[in-house]
């Protein structure tokens, strides 16, 4: 089957530590997504990459890094500079990053910093 | 202000009530327009792309109004299975490419 899939679901850490989420993607998409979703608030870009070994900051880049090694993998770190970490951390994919391209989402990462 | 606007319900309706839910959005140079759903501590799944001519799926109909940057979603006949949050999306270029931005999300409670 294809799809996205995260790891893990549920993620705890101690304040100060950085901490990667997983994102991998079987259906041959160009485009990755991160995105950070708090209570009652929609989602927001953290980074996305257009194609392999290319990346780009979305709008609350600050705190996170990104890599794209490969094409289907696409992992979040989260550093210790991200002032707010805990919230539901979402991946996504789409064919291309041009208009009109839906987004899968993979099922999320719930981290919470302790 | 925010880039898209949703009311956050939550919407409480008997099963088989029809329901509207309605979103503007603040940059009119966006040209695509989503409604997502997302369950309860699940990720969003498009629910239905939005064309300028308005378009109809089953029992849910989507409108665009671009001269008032409005879009609308009207679901039919209720099912207890539609109780979710419905999130309004539209796009917007970005570079060389289009980002997606989120509405908050309306809630949407069916009951029995």
């Known amino acids: 089957d294809g799809g996205i899939t995260q790891s893990p679901k549920y993620l705890f850490r101690k304040e100060g530590q950085n901490v990667t989420l997983s994102c991998e993607q079987n259906?041959?998409?160009?485009?990755m997504y991160w995105y950070r979703q708090d209570p009652g608030q929609g989602l927001r870009l953290i980074y996305y990459s257009q194609i392999v070994n290319d990346f780009q900051k979305g709008d609350i880049a600050e705190g996170y890094s990104v890599s794209r090694e490969k094409k289907e993998s696409f992992p979040l770190t989260v550093t210790s500079a991200q002032k707010n970490p805990t919230a539901f951390y979402l991946c996504?994919?789409?064919?291309?990053?041009?208009?009109?391209?839906?987004?899968?989402f993979g099922p999320g990462t719930r981290l919470t910093v302790l | 202000r925010k880039e898209v606007e949703q009311d956050p319900g939550p919407f409480n309706v008997p099963e088989g009530a029809t329901v509207a839910f309605n979103c503007t959005y603040s940059n009119s140079a966006s040209q695509s327009f989503f409604w997502y759903r997302q369950d309860c501590r699940k990720e969003p799944k498009l629910l239905m792309s939005?064309?300028?001519s308005g378009n109809e799926d089953g029992r849910f109909t989507a409108q665009l109004n671009r001269a008032s940057q409005y879009i609308s979603l009207l679901i039919r006949d209720s099912k207890l299975s539609d109780s979710a949050t419905y999130l309004c999306?539209?796009?917007?270029?970005?570079?060389?490419?289009?980002?997606?931005?989120f509405g908050s999300g309306t809630r949407l409670l069916v009951r029995p």
């Open positions: 999306v539209v796009n917007r270029r970005m570079d060389s490419s289009y980002k997606l931005i």
């Open positions: 996504a994919s789409s064919r291309t990053s041009g208009l009109g391209d839906e987004q899968f």
């Open positions: 939005v064309y300028s």
């Open positions: 259906l041959n998409h160009d485009a």
